[in-house]
């Protein structure tokens, strides 16, 4: 079955760290994107990438880094910058022909 | 500046009572208004795309219609399993690659 995995389910970071959020997917799309939903909010896009070895800041990019090495993985780190970095974190890749982006089904980061 | 307001912000209805929810925009040169329902803890599940003014699309109980300045979801006769929250989202207008989102409508369906 074609889809977007993204692992672990549930991240517990503490006061310092840098942690990384996996994504993957198989749905042979180009674009990928990286989004923090917090509670009463829409999805604020952190980063995205049209194409492998390319990726740009999105709206809130500070504390967070990528890479796009191969077409199919698209993993964030969020730094010890990011200040308040608890939130439900979720990827999304992007079909072309109608541009929907299909979401995982999403990390939820806590710092402890 | 590129906007998408999503009204009201929670809706309790009781099985079976038929409903709508709103989604309106401001963006120059709409190139598609997207839906997707979200359960809680899990990744927003798409829904219905809508290009043009007067288009409509059905799933079910949902049926989704697109005029110019706005969009609505209706919801008929719906189930407790229809309890979720509901997204919109167009593209902006400077970038197809960049969403702007609503913040949802929270929908409850009591049985």
């Known amino acids: 079955d074609g889809g977007i995995t993204q692992s672990p389910k549930y991240l517990f970071r503490k006061e310092g760290q840098n942690v990384t959020l996996s994504c993957e997917q198989n749905l042979n799309h180009d674009a990928m994107y990286w989004y923090r939903q917090d509670p009463g909010q829409g999805l604020r896009l952190i980063y995205y990438s049209q194409i492998v070895n390319d990726f740009q800041k999105g709206d809130i990019a500070e504390g967070y880094s990528v890479s796009r090495e191969k077409k199919e993985s698209f993993p964030l780190t969020v730094t010890s910058a990011q200040k308040n970095p608890t939130a439900f974190y979720l990827c999304?890749?992007?079909?072309?022909?109608?541009?929907?982006?299909?979401f995982g089904p999403g990390t939820r980061l806590t710092v402890l | 500046e590129d906007q998408v307001t999503q009204s009201p912000e929670a809706l309790r209805l009781q099985e079976g009572e038929s409903s709508s929810l709103n989604c309106s925009y401001t963006v120059s040169g709409l190139r598609g208004l997207f839906w997707y329902r979200q359960d809680p803890g899990k990744g927003p599940e798409f829904l219905f795309t809508l290009y043009s003014a007067g288009e409509e699309k059905e799933k079910e109980r949902l049926k989704a219609t697109l005029t110019k300045k706005e969009s609505f979801l209706h919801i008929t006769a719906p189930k407790p399993e229809d309890s979720a929250t509901y997204l919109c989202a167009v593209p902006g207008t400077d970038s197809n690659y960049q969403l702007i989102w609503g913040a949802g409508t929270k929908l409850i369906i009591k049985p």
């Open positions: 999304a890749s992007r079909d072309p022909p109608a541009d929907t982006q299909y």
